[in-house]
T-cell receptor, first 118, second 114 residues
Framework: DAGVIQSPRHEVTEMGQEVTLRCKPISGHNSLFWYRQTMMRGLELLIYFNNNVPIDDSGMPEDRFSAKMPNASFSTLKIQPSEPRDSAVYFC????????????????FGPGTRLLVL | AQKVTQAQTEISVVEKEDVTLDCVYETRDTTYYLFWYKQPPSGELVFLIRRNSFDEQNEISGRYSWNFQKSTSSFNFTITASQVVDSAVYFCALTGGGGFKTIFGAGTRLFVKA
């Protein structure tokens, strides 16, 4: 079975440009997470979806960041406008939530998108 | 508040040595879940183990073993007879019961020299 798929794997852009990161979760998983990894702050949860609905976006740094999940097999994380401090590795992860309860299910991570904003 | 502390920033060992990576956690939940992930130089995060708070049995998987002790709030990870391929950053993580937010430790970078 395919794991979590992320694209692009690398993105280099200039400050002020719009960046869109894409994620396809593992088939059958109903929870999706976006994380950001930096040297300074480590791994941070940005937003969490369950059954395509955003449940908690308290980790989204500011209004320049937005995330959508139009269906169970696709999610996007958009940064507009991008800034150099957004440079990081962005991970998408998916898991299952059974019976309406999150029982500490394992999150499976995609390969990440390495973003560099010049 | 929940917290995961991996006090060892970097560890360097010679191949075939045993090495233990420490993880100490803080939570007020009675039900919680602990995880270890490996991040090799290629960058992906690889799931290694999941343990719930009611299961204090130690676990062994090949050269890997995990020691969970609630009394000291620790979930340590030991690699026996380390190999160069074990070189990676290892993350310990905690999810509180009923919640979804997983808190990751800062990671321990392990270098295994041939």
């Amino acid at each position: 079975d395919a794991g979590v798929i992320q694209s692009p794997r690398h993105e280099v852009t200039e400050m002020g440009q719009e960046v869109t990161l894409r994620c396809k979760p593992i088939s059958g998983h109903n929870s999706l997470f976006w994380y950001r990894q930096t040297m300074m702050r480590g791994l941070e949860l940005l937003i969490y979806f369950n059954n395509n609905v955003p449940i908690d976006d308290s980790g989204m740094p500011e209004d320049r960041f937005s995330a959508k999940m139009p269906n169970a097999s696709f999610s996007t994380l958009k940064i507009q406008p991008s800034e150099p401090r957004d440079s990081a590795v962005y991970f998408c992860a998916s898991s299952t939530l059974k019976g309406g309860l999150f029982l500490g299910e394992t999150q499976y991570f995609g390969p990440g998108t390495r973003l560099l904003v010049l | 508040a929940q917290k995961v502390t991996q006090a060892q920033t970097e560890i360097s060992v010679v191949e075939k040595e045993d090495v233990t990576l420490d993880c100490v956690y803080e939570t007020r939940d009675t039900t919680y879940y602990l995880f270890w992930y490996k991040q090799p130089p290629s960058g992906e995060l690889v799931f290694l183990i999941r343990r719930n708070s009611f299961d204090e049995q130690n676990e062994i998987s090949g050269r890997y073993s995990w020691n969970f002790q609630k009394s000291t709030s620790s979930f340590n990870f030991t690699i026996t007879a380390s190999q160069v391929v074990d070189s990676a950053v290892y993350f310990c993580a905690l999810t509180g019961g009923g919640g979804f937010k997983t808190i990751f430790g800062a990671g321990t970078r392990l270098f295994v020299k041939a």
